[in-house]
């Protein structure tokens, strides 16, 4: 990755920050970090290890809109490093108001899900619980930040202010397999506000990303607008995609799975691409 070349006084800047968020990490005497196996939930995970050993828990969340590869690499991860790990089963659905997908979907879901997530670091005597949203955070649409600020969750990435590109780096630097893997959000993002998100279009949306993984293409998403699957990928990608025999099977197996119609979006992956209506 290009943009991780880093000069020395960039270097120096985010070591400095890493060893705050240790001294801050320790300083809670224990903590339950929302590990989802992501760029950011790891190293924050790693860093919580490191200060505080077995007072440090991950407690990673199983729901229909994250997919099994993810929690079986948050799964691996913890198995290695011999971290304690707790999975928290969440049925999202079953929220009141979830189901409706509203602008504040975020914020329904994080009320309940740290909430439950509280509890969890209770029972293993922890009062503190940490998740790792970073400084790039702040560029857009979160209303899930607004329920983690009310339930007194920390951000300890953010209270360091480490950015993106610092956390990729400093991944790399402690070796963490995370630190070039590709951004992830929960599957309900793909689906339009206001559209009903039910089972059924979450399982279409993972396998249509899956589809496109096995592939080879590594920065995914199939955003769904009724019967149509709106596929993001980077630009860089375009080429591959389109040639004749990728393409065709793209389309006859996304139509396997479910949709009339397949698109490519030539404005490319980008992050909160549902959220341009919002405002």
């Known amino acids: 990755m290009d943009e991780l070349i880093f000069t020395e006084e960039e270097e120096t800047l985010a070591h400095r920050k890493y060893e705050r ?3 801050i990490l320790q300083a809670t005497g224990g903590i339950a970090v929302a590990f989802s196996g992501g760029v950011d939930s790891t190293l924050l995970l ?8 077995d007072r440090a828990l991950a407690v990673t969340v199983s729901s229909g809109t994250f997919p099994r590869r993810e929690i079986a690499e948050a799964e691996d991860f913890c198995h290695l490093h011999g971290i304690r790990q ?11 108001g979830f189901e409706e997908n509203p602008k504040e979907r975020c914020y329904i879901c994080k009320k309940d899900l740290f909430g439950r997530i509280r509890r969890i670091a209770a029972e293993n005597g922890l009062n503190f619980v940490a998740e790792g949203s970073n400084m790039d955070d702040n560029r857009d649409y979160r209303p899930g930040m607004r329920a983690i600020a009310e339930l007194g969750i920390r951000s300890p990435l953010r209270e360091v202010e480490l950015s993106k590109r610092e956390i990729r780096y400093l991944s790399r630097e402690h070796a963490l397999p995370s630190w070039d893997k590709p ?22 949306i993972e396998r249509s990303e899956q589809l ?3 592939k080879g293409f590594r920065q995914v998403r199939v ?14 990608d375009f080429g591959k995609l389109v040639s004749d025999s990728v393409r065709t099977s793209i389309v ?4 396997e799975i479910g949709f009339d119609y397949v698109t490519l979006d030539l404005m490319g992956y980008r992050t ?6 919002v405002f």
Not at 184 to 202: D, N, Q, S
Not at 252 to 255: F, G, N, P, S, V
Request: a positive charge.
């Open 212 to 214: 496109l993984i096995d």
């Open 252 to 255: 006859t197996e996304l139509k």
């Open 183 to 204: 951004s992830y959000a929960c599957l309900a993002t793909r689906i339009p506000y206001g559209e009903r998100i039910t089972k059924e279009k979450l399982l279409q």
């Open 272 to 277: 909160g691409s549902m959220n341009i209506n």
């Open 86 to 96: 707790r999975i928290c089963p969440f049925e999202e659905l079953s929220v009141p």
């Open 46 to 53: 790693y860093a919580a290890w490191q200060a505080l050993g």
């Open 223 to 236: 955003r769904l607008h009724g019967n149509i699957a709106r596929i993001e990928i980077p630009p860089e």
């Open 21 to 23: 968020l240790k001294a």
